[in-house]
């Protein structure tokens, strides 16, 4: 599937995952491939996405999700990479 994580500034982030874990206003969740289609609000938190075995950890703000045909969008005011 396609993640897509957006900021009120740019494109932050587009590109492969096979898992997308979300801070969801009422707790975390998860997306895999063929979800159902679904908008959620998102609070302030954690992201992490699963690419070929590599988890990448997103910090991001409050906003909104969106899944459509295999593509989650994310909309965000901000968004930063958490390195190890």
Avoid: W
């Avoid at 609070?43 to 075995?53: A, H, N």
């Avoid at 409050?62 to 930063?80: D, K, L, P, Q």
């Amino acid at each position: 599937m396609i993640l897509e994580i957006v900021t009120t500034e740019k494109m932050f982030y587009r590109g492969e995952a096979e898992i997308v874990h979300l801070p969801g206003a009422n707790g975390y969740f998860s997306v895999l491939q063929n979800h159902a289609p679904m908008i959620a609000l998102l609070k302030p938190g954690v992201l992490r996405f699963k690419l070929v075995q590599k988890e990448q950890v997103v910090q991001i703000s409050s906003g909104f999700m969106r899944i459509h045909h295999n593509v989650v969008t994310v909309c965000v005011e901000n968004a930063e990479m958490v390195t190890d």
